[in-house]
């Protein structure tokens, strides 16, 4: 299987910079990357056109700051890899085997159209060091309570969307990020939902992977797009 890491980046050049090169320097050649340029607009357009103009990642630029899932759809509708591990652009890899985890599971599971891993957040938008115990979202039903074990990893109903692997096959089956959750608001769990009803599992990988910085993209967007909708995902999907 073929596998494109794709990097939604929405500005804060020093943060996206250690994302980007993160992915660079561990497991060269094990993945191509594809970055997408929200309409930044400050100097991670350069570092980006630097890279792709050495053929270090592909480049996907946007002259008009759009929501998350339409950045998302814009790489995902020209990708090439069988599996896409989408990720924003706060998250960081720790280590050569980053991925392997991911796609195991995948692997170990043909029914399965998406996993993510477990993940710690390292600050909020404040600076406070936080602590995410792994799979997070104890409060939340629809995001399980358990932790994965084994190479099969966890059933579960939704996965958040810091970073997830996804089937290129089931993702495009679905029509890929629906913009009716734009600027950003639970297109991460729709997308769960959509693939569930299209007949594809989720599950959580063991893998304990990214660092998450409290979704800066999403809250860099919302201040020129606008908030993000109040939408009930699991009301709504039924549609799709």
């Not at 946007?62 to 591990?85: T, W």
Request: with cysteine; aromatic share 6%; glycine share 10%.
């Amino acid at each position: 299987m073929s596998v494109e890491v794709i990097v939604d980046i929405c500005d804060k050049e020093e943060l996206t910079r250690e994302t980007v090169d993160r992915l660079l320097r561990y497991a060269p050649g094990a993945y191509t990357i594809t970055t997408i340029d929200n309409a930044s607009s400050d100097g991670i357009r350069d570092y980006l056109r630097q890279l792709s103009d050495t053929g270090q990642v592909k480049l996907v630029r946007l002259e008009k700051r759009v929501g998350v899932a339409e950045a998302k759809n814009a790489a995902v509708f020209v990708s090439e890899g069988d599996i896409l591990i989408i990720m924003d652009d706060d998250v960081w890899v720790e280590s050569d085997a980053w991925y392997t985890d991911l796609l195991r599971v995948l692997e170990k599971n043909p029914q399965t159209g998406l996993v993510g891993p477990c993940g710690s957040v390292l600050g909020d938008l404040d600076g406070e060091l936080t602590t995410w115990e792994p799979l997070g979202y104890e409060n939340a039903p629809l995001f399980g309570v358990a932790t994965p074990t084994g190479p099969s990893g966890l059933l579960v109903d939704v996965i958040p969307g810091m970073c997830v692997a996804v089937r290129r096959e089931a993702i495009l089956g679905v029509g890929g990020y629906d913009l009716a959750f734009d600027p950003f608001v639970a297109q991460d769990a729709d997308l769960c939902i959509a693939l569930k009803n299209r007949g594809w599992d989720i599950r959580l990988a063991m893998a304990h992977i990214t660092h998450a910085f409290g979704g800066e993209n999403s809250h860099e967007i919302a201040e020129v797009l606008g908030e993000g909708k109040t939408v009930d995902p699991v009301s709504y999907t039924h549609l799709r």
